[in-house]
């Protein structure tokens, strides 16, 4: 027995008190298409904040038109916290950076998709973004 949990744990991230697993897939969307430069600026500062609140980046892929991460989120760190400061800070140091994003009321449209790494399938992660493209033509 104690050899099975050395292996499950080395697999696993840990706190004092217990060993954990929490990834989630996100998927957001600016309201404008990002330039080459705005994209490259995006993910360092993604990464920044994201490795700031201990977070683990397994996958960061940041588009014109979307952002999308896999990560790790620590079990005393509340989900739609690392959500709303990615977002939020993100926007205001993007904007501070990049002055034609100045013009716009706001960088991201106001929802998110955030899905449990075991739940995904490819049909969820389509029906994600089709959502969220509906609210980017409303």
């Known amino acids: 027995n104690a050899y099975l ?10 706190t004092r008190y217990a060993y ?23 993910e360092t500062i993604l990464k920044d904040m994201l490795t700031r609140y201990n977070c683990t980046i397994d996958t960061i892929m940041v588009l014109s038109d979307q952002v999308h991460l896999l990560l790790n989120i620590g079990i005393n760190i509340p989900v739609l916290k690392i959500a709303n400061v990615l977002k939020g ?18 960088l991201w449209y106001k929802g998110f998709y955030l899905l449990t790494v075991g739940e995904i399938t490819d049909k969820k992660i389509a029906r994600g973004i089709r959502k969220l493209s509906k609210k980017k033509e409303s």
């Open 5 to 14: 949990c050395y292996n499950i744990t080395t697999m696993l991230f840990k």
């Open 20 to 42: 954990y697993d929490c990834q989630y897939y996100f998927i957001c969307m600016p309201m404008i298409e990002l330039l080459d430069d705005e994209i490259k600026a995006l």
């Open 89 to 106: 800070y993100s926007s205001f140091l993007m904007r501070k950076q990049f002055p034609r994003l100045k013009e716009y009321p706001h």
